[in-house]
């Protein structure tokens, strides 16, 4: 792989150093990162076929996607420091490499273990694509206009994941699941070579290669990511802490986080530097970014499983439903991204996170007849309001981060958006099992024999099934079992309802936190400083391979 990377780099030219044009470094890096993120949803529907066609349960299959998710998470914090010790050139097309070679060896897997190791290799490669891609774009383009350049990182971001299922679920029913891995192939030797062409290191980022390797907090990092991802992916399953190994897990979880803290604190080369958090705006955009992917993924699972199981969707139609949030963040993404600059971002964050709030609420109001169009709006409106949250959200957290630490900051804002999600996922779905159980056993104290309305109910469902051909006892049998099928249904539903509230919820609790991020306008200040002017004249003649002012 090095060869091959070696013989591609030498393609680039001094000349290919210059005016390179920041929306083609954009596509350049955004194809990978589009691919990544679609990985981390694509494969959820096809987990189904995957078992049946490698003979395994369907537990067994949920690890393609948990092992995915684990080796992403580790790798995710400690991009920028690999950016900085190999280079984020190297880094990222390495990256990008192993990525596409990882998707063609799972494709080609002929067992559940086989594509299980090669899902870790591939959430290793593509851990490192999302930060590395957003702080190039911070780069590629001036401070003016991070709206725009937030605006195509955010299009991918928010996008990918809404897309997956539907594409996952079409490629699946028409040709095999080992075709939603061979996709990724094409992409990423089409984005191999534009970054080959385009993309560069800038010259602070090539002084800066050394320093000492951070085996430990590279270990306790893996421990305590790895063993939070397994806990959240695992814990509703095994019923959480009433299951040994999920404390096993919780333990080298705290254990391991609490170790690693330490120690990145007290060692001079940490593998992520924490102290980014010391910036007040760096951290509360932390903060508010996780609850955006707490409420965005949780969502996503929550709303196709509403579709499929109460309204009787289709795989494909459930899928097909969550478009228009597609839809609302195109929309949006590119208008909200060239008015960021102008205007205060943290009114286009109270905006985004209030109609996020209130597409929660509209989502609340469904009921076991919702139509289409009762799906359709809130998801319009919900897209729009992602772009409202994620654009200036990302551009007010990066705009006091000094370029050097660029590639840090941004692997502990893409990471936090993921433990987020992972959240969101594992404390929606236990809420909506436990409170479904509650419900039921609260409309179950309302259904008493001999009740007239009882009564009436069940005769009307015994003669149903006597018309159908049933005998009478068979009939009276089938009567009661329709009966409590409908309390099961009514008890989902409320569990749904309920769960779409707590989401809105979140989105209130944090619009109070508006007020402690920083505006990025702010830091540019109407003039530079003679002294200023005369120190980027010297960093531009020092650094001809810098993409910032391009």
Aim: net charge positive; with cysteine; hydrophobic share 50%.
């Amino acid at each position: 792989m090095t060869a091959i990377l070696c013989d591609i780099t030498a393609m680039t030219t001094a000349e290919s150093r210059t005016q390179v044009n920041p929306w083609i470094v954009t596509i350049a890096v955004m194809l990978a990162t589009f691919m990544e993120v679609l990985d981390t949803t694509v494969v959820n529907v096809s987990i189904p076929h995957i078992s049946g066609n490698l003979s395994a349960t369907y537990e067994e299959g949920t690890w393609v996607v948990t092992s995915y998710l684990v080796a992403n998470a580790i790798v995710l914090p400690m991009s920028g420091w690999l950016a900085s010790y190999f280079g984020r050139r190297k880094m990222l097309m390495s990256c990008v490499a192993a990525f596409s070679i990882a998707s063609l060896l799972c494709g080609m897997a002929t067992s559940l273990t086989q594509l299980i190791i090669f899902r870790v290799l591939q959430g290793l490669a593509g851990g490192g694509l999302q930060p590395l891609s957003q702080a190039i774009l911070l780069e590629t383009f001036p401070k003016e206009k991070h709206g725009q350049a937030m605006a195509a990182y955010g299009l991918g971001i928010i996008v990918a994941p809404i897309v997956g299922p539907t594409l996952g679920g079409w490629i699946t029913d028409n040709y095999t699941w080992r075709w939603i891995f061979y996709l990724n192939i094409p992409v990423g030797i089409f984005s191999l070579m534009m970054m080959a062409r385009f993309v560069h290191d800038p010259a602070y980022l090539q002084r800066k290669r050394g320093g000492g390797v951070d085996l430990w907090g590279i270990g306790l990092l893996a421990l305590g990511l790895g063993s939070l991802q397994i806990l959240l992916d695992t814990g509703q399953r095994k019923d959480w802490l009433g299951s040994r190994d999920i404390r096993i897990e919780a333990f080298c979880c705290i254990a391991g986080l609490l170790a690693f803290v330490i120690r990145e604190m007290m060692v001079e080369h940490p593998i992520v530097d924490l102290r980014s958090l010391k910036d007040r705006s760096f951290a509360v955009g932390v903060l508010l970014m996780s609850s955006v992917g707490f409420c965005l993924y949780a969502s996503l699972v929550l709303l196709p499983q509403y579709l499929e199981t109460l309204l009787n969707y289709p795989s494909m139609q459930a899928g097909l439903a969550l478009s228009p949030r597609g839809l609302g963040s195109f929309a949006l993404t590119f208008v909200i991204g060239a008015i960021a600059s102008r205007v205060d971002v943290r009114k286009l964050l109270v905006l985004g996170f209030l109609v996020g709030a209130g597409t929660m609420f509209m989502l609340a109001g469904l009921n076991l007849n919702a139509g289409y169009w009762d799906i359709f709006w809130p998801q319009v409106l919900q897209g729009g309001a992602m772009a409202c949250m994620f654009i200036p959200l990302s551009a007010s957290a990066m705009s006091h981060v000094p370029r050097e630490k660029m590639g840090n900051a941004t692997s502990i804002f893409n990471l936090m958006r993921n433990i987020g999600g992972s959240v969101g996922i594992a404390v929606m779905t236990t809420l909506l099992a436990r409170r479904q159980q509650f419900h039921q056993s609260r409309l179950v104290e309302h259904i008493l024999p001999g009740q007239p309305h009882v009564s009436t109910i069940l005769h009307q469902f015994t003669s149903y099934f006597i018309l159908k051909g049933s005998d009478p006892v068979t009939a009276s049998h089938r009567a009661y079992a329709a009966m409590y099928g409908q309390v099961q249904q009514q008890a989902a539903m409320l569990s749904f309802v309920e769960a779409f509230k707590v989401m809105g919820m979140v989105f209130l609790v944090m619009i109070p936190l508006m007020v402690l991020l920083k505006d990025p306008k702010k830091n540019r200040g109407p003039k530079a400083a003679p002294s200023q002017h005369k120190a980027a004249e010297q960093t531009s003649e020092e650094a001809p391979t810098e993409l910032v002012h391009m």
